[in-house]
């Protein structure tokens, strides 16, 4: 009940294109869905977080989907960079309590 | 500039060990939170402490303990280590304002392999 899944676990993109990465999970009482970013050889930071009273979030090139129905929320990278080229991970919590983070997206953006 | 700071990038211990990690936040956060990163498994709390000398168990707590004596330090402590432990430690701190949701700034990493 407190698992968010992540998918896909790695994930190769063409420069310029659109870099998705999917979470699904169970605990329909999740408040706060944040999104971290993870460059080599850095800590996770956050990169863009929503909740659940909106269905999309949007910010530069970055937007996050929200599908409460399918339990399920998914971060949009546009015009995808190198620079992109990171760890992805998604995460859930309930009610201000602790982060419950998925598993982690490796992204690679190929110039 | 927000700082998190480990005391060691990389650190290698033999089996049986006791070790120490350190973290230093400089933003007078009252949050503070301890993971272990693997490969396939993302972040995985550990400990958290949302103030001086507080301390709550996360998701694997065994074979860890905790200390904060001081609201800019938290230490985690392996009292035995064992290869199982192998991994990335991330310590990570956030203000009270949004509970413990508010924004987590995480250090650099602690890269620790037991022989």
């Known amino acids: 009940q407190q698992q968010v899944k992540q998918s896909p676990q790695s994930l190769i993109v063409q420069k310029g294109g659109i870099s998705i990465i999917n979470c699904a999970y169970e605990?329909?009482?999740?408040?706060?869905f944040p999104w971290y970013q993870q460059f080599p050889g850095k800590g996770p930071a956050l990169l863009i977080a929503?909740?659940?009273?909106?269905s999309e979030k949007k910010e530069g090139r970055f937007t996050i989907s929200f599908n409460k129905s399918a339990k399920q929320f998914s971060l949009h990278i546009m015009d995808s960079q190198p620079g992109d080229s990171a760890t992805y991970f998604c995460?859930?919590?309930?009610?201000?309590?602790?982060?419950?983070f998925g598993q982690g997206t490796r992204l690679t953006i190929n110039p | 500039d927000v700082k998190v700071t480990q005391s060691s990038r990389y650190l290698v211990k033999r089996t049986g060990e006791k070790v120490f990690l350190e973290c230093v936040q400089d933003?007078?956060?009252?949050?503070m939170f301890w993971y272990r990163q693997d490969p396939g498994l993302g972040l995985r709390l550990i400990y958290f402490?949302?103030?001086?000398?507080?301390?709550e168990k996360g998701d694997i707590p065994e074979g860890y303990s905790v200390s904060r004596e001081k609201k800019e330090r938290f230490s985690l402590i392996l009292e035995s280590a064992s290869t199982n432990q192998t991994s990335m430690y991330l310590c990570?701190?956030?203000?009270?304002?949004?509970?413990?949701?508010?924004?987590?700034?995480f250090g650099p990493g602690t890269r620790l392999t037991v022989l």
């Open positions: 990570a701190s956030s203000s009270r304002g949004a509970g413990l949701t508010d924004t987590q700034y």
């Open positions: 605990n329909t009482a999740f408040d706060y």
């Open positions: 929503i909740r659940p009273d909106v």
């Open positions: 995460a859930a919590s309930l009610r201000a309590q602790k982060l419950v």
């Open positions: 933003m007078d956060h009252e949050n």
């Open positions: 402490s949302y103030d001086v000398k507080m301390k």
